[in-house]
């Protein structure tokens, strides 16, 4: 889920990725990094540490980020370990200079090409998977760097977007089944920027151009006024994450041709259509922030008004990318609160975008009838998550996924709601367009990358 960018070309690159990693920080903020370089530098600066976009990257750290090409990261963790050490971008110095790298995504084959290496007598530095292309690139034979990135690839398994910055060029890379999203875009000041959502476009003042393809290498040099595009695998079926319009991306970027706003007010519609139980309701209420488009569409549809009837503390971060239970459990309490007056003896629909855990699902519901509420029909514009997804999403084992463990009368008993209901899989698919096999791994087990 982390966000990545790459800037090309602009004298202001590092600020300009930076502002690009402000735009994304729902991605994940347990740490953020940037590593510039080019004009005549030669060299290759980076600045990283834990925390937010806005407290890492100041006047002091733009002075160290010099030159006309940066990449930036926002982590959030799902191999390695919350520390600064495990923050990107990586840098490292091989044969053939100095490179930095960023990633996002998950390699399933991690361990394997990783124990291999050790046995070959690699030493690694992290817990990251994506320090195994640090380490595959450095023990090609190969005499130029994108070549040693060509032959390595294949031996990587799983879903990745990797940017790797050399001291002179910009290397874009997309799996083959382009699973996670990443746009291309031509800043208006000069350049190019290419990041994991187009949410930071307008920020940054760039016009978006198109995604890079699925098993797409784009490379940006001095040699060539626009990028250069190498198809490095064109024979795997496009499988993009349904769930980055379910919960991942913010509502104003376009992810592969679709408005993650739109997709979400559809979740919602298509939810109260086969809903018609409850249309004597008082009200739907979202939960915030995520809930909100999936609430205005099942509200427009089932013709139940929709109200506030949660009001969110917007400083406070996302729980579900929290690093424990114990941080996501006391940050539901500081980040909702429930608008005793507005609810108080009414019954409720209350539309949430997932249910992962379901600890979330159970503090709001107690919220709401402690408040007041006469009943609380949750609603869930999302299939039931019954499957760990290795893509991107941390969710390792079932044992951690309530609708993995419990039957759906159970979840509901669980949570203490009065009804429970989820988005159909068929739904889902309907509501995102047809043409299109998203991966939908969380839902229906489908490991088509193993």
Do not use: W
């Amino acid at each position: 889920m982390c966000a990545i960018v790459g800037i090309y070309g602009n004298e202001d690159a590092s600020k300009l990725a930076s502002a690009a990693l402000f735009a994304m920080q729902h991605r994940g903020h347990e740490a953020t990094g940037i590593s510039s370089g080019g004009d005549d530098s030669k060299k290759i600066f980076t600045v990283k540490n834990r925390g937010y976009v806005r407290d890492v990257f100041d006047e002091n750290a733009f002075s160290v980020l010099k030159g006309n090409m940066a990449i930036g990261h926002n982590r959030y963790s799902t191999a390695g370990s919350d520390s600064t050490f495990d923050a990107q971008p990586i840098h490292a110095k091989y044969k053939l200079g100095e490179i930095s790298i960023v990633h996002n995504g998950n390699l399933v084959n991690k361990n394997e090409v990783r124990q291999r290496l050790i046995d070959e007598g690699s030493i690694f530095q992290t817990g990251m998977d994506t320090e195994n292309l640090i380490h595959l690139i450095a023990k090609s034979s190969a005499n130029r760097l994108r070549d040693r990135i060509i032959k390595s690839l294949p031996k990587l398994k799983g879903a990745y977007n990797f940017i790797i910055q050399s001291r002179s060029k910009l290397f874009v890379m997309r799996d083959a089944h382009g699973i996670r999203p990443l746009s291309l875009g031509k800043l208006r000041s000069g350049g190019y920027i290419v990041a994991s959502e187009t949410c930071c476009f307008d920020l940054v003042d760039a016009e978006f151009i198109r995604d890079v393809k699925p098993g797409e290498m784009l490379i940006f040099s001095k040699d060539n006024n626009e990028p250069e595009s190498i198809m490095l695998d064109n024979t795997k079926e496009f499988r993009p994450c349904a769930f980055e319009y379910i919960y991942f991306a913010r509502p104003d970027s376009d992810i592969n041709g679709i408005n993650v706003y739109s997709a979400r007010e559809n979740m919602g519609a298509l939810l109260a259509k086969n809903d018609a139980a409850l249309l004597n309701a008082d009200m739907v209420i979202p939960v915030p922030d995520s809930g909100v488009p999936a609430a205005l569409g099942y509200a427009k549809e089932s013709g139940i008004p929709f109200e506030l009837g949660i009001i969110r503390n917007h400083y406070v971060g996302r729980t579900f990318i929290e690093p424990t239970q114990a941080m996501r459990n006391m940050k539901v309490k500081m980040k909702l609160s429930p608008m005793r007056s507005l609810i108080e003896g009414k019954s409720l629909v209350v539309i949430d975008d997932s249910v992962v855990r379901g600890t979330t699902s159970k503090r709001i519901v107690k919220m709401l009838k402690d408040a007041g509420a006469a009943e609380v029909h949750f609603r869930v514009a999302s299939p039931m998550i019954q499957h760990p997804c290795f893509y991107g999403i941390d969710t390792p084992t079932k044992e951690e996924l309530i609708n993995a463990m419990m039957t759906k009368d159970e979840v509901q008993e669980f949570i203490e709601a009065d009804s429970l209901e989820y988005l159909s899989i068929d739904n889902l698919k309907e509501s995102l367009g047809r043409d299109t096999n998203y991966s939908m791994v969380s839902f229906d087990g489908d490991y088509f990358v193993v």
